[in-house]
């Protein structure tokens, strides 16, 4: 069961794709910043991987959450390293939508442009 604890400590990092395998059900959606939607499980889990390979990882400095129903919420910080190797942070949006507790749809709003 996916909890607002559960999501923060996903998003994290680094990718743990077991714990991931865990928390998410058999039609998972994922959407990152502008990119089209990932409708199959495996592609989906395969971008968070991919988006995790290019960041630290998501709230370290900043988290608030809030859930509702089947749904959370989270405004966070997320950070990566720049091009010439300085750590940066872009604000990120998370919405998470749930179906039985097991995460279904997963979107990620940001600007993916900095990242490299």
Do not use: K, S
């Amino acid at each position: 069961m996916l909890t607002l604890e559960t999501l923060r400590l996903l998003l994290a990092g680094p990718f743990a794709a077991t714990a991931w395998d865990r928390v998410t059900g058999t039609h998972l959606h994922v959407r990152i910043g502008n990119a089209p939607p990932m409708i199959r499980r495996d592609e989906a889990l395969a971008a968070i991987e991919q988006l995790f390979a290019r960041i630290e990882g998501m709230g370290h400095g900043f988290w608030y959450g809030c859930a509702d129903r089947e749904a959370l919420f989270a405004e966070c910080d997320l950070r990566f390293h720049d091009a010439a190797g300085r750590g940066q942070t872009i604000p990120c949006a998370v919405v998470a939508r749930l179906a039985g507790g097991a995460l279904i749809d997963l979107r990620l709003h940001l600007d993916p442009a900095p990242i490299p």
